[in-house]
């Protein structure tokens, strides 16, 4: 049905995959249907995208992405000290806590707790990823050339999944 395909722009890759960071599991395909995907459109982070090239159905690999080629280096400018007076009260105070709030244009932003005392708490706006190389377990399980409906949309068409 595929033969000789490989991973090149514009097929629509089926992966399974695992995404380890700091020596944990963070992310993974287990359990669920694998990734699907278009080639080279940015659907996946770039550092990932181009180890793929091209792969063939039944391949694995390793691949690891430095945190430039992923969510970026830590931005120590993308924090924020809030007052504990303004902090809202249905929140709980403790590392970690993610919240969402709004920026001058209403826009949602999410952030963690990073830190806090009796005066203000540190709000971090980086991505949970930033500064982290990501360590992928990929194998590919699917390739197929994408529909022009899918190559004009940007991306794959998996069942009961039509935008
Ligand atoms: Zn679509």
Known sequence: ???????????????EYALHVDGEVVDT???????????????????LERELYGMVIGDSKKVSVTAADAYGEVDPDAYA?????????EIPVEKGVEIQVRDESNNPLFARIDSFDNESVKLDFNHPLA????NFDVKIVGLRGASPEELDHGHAHTAGHHH
């Open 1 to 15: 049905m595929s033969e000789g395909m490989k991973v090149e722009d514009g097929q629509v890759v089926s992966m």
């Open 29 to 47: 395909s287990d359990g669920r249907e694998p990734l699907e995907f278009i080639q080279g459109t940015g659907n996946i982070i770039p550092g």
């Open 81 to 89: 000290d809030v007052p504990r007076s303004e902090f809202p009260e």
């Open 131 to 134: 500064g982290k190389t990501l």
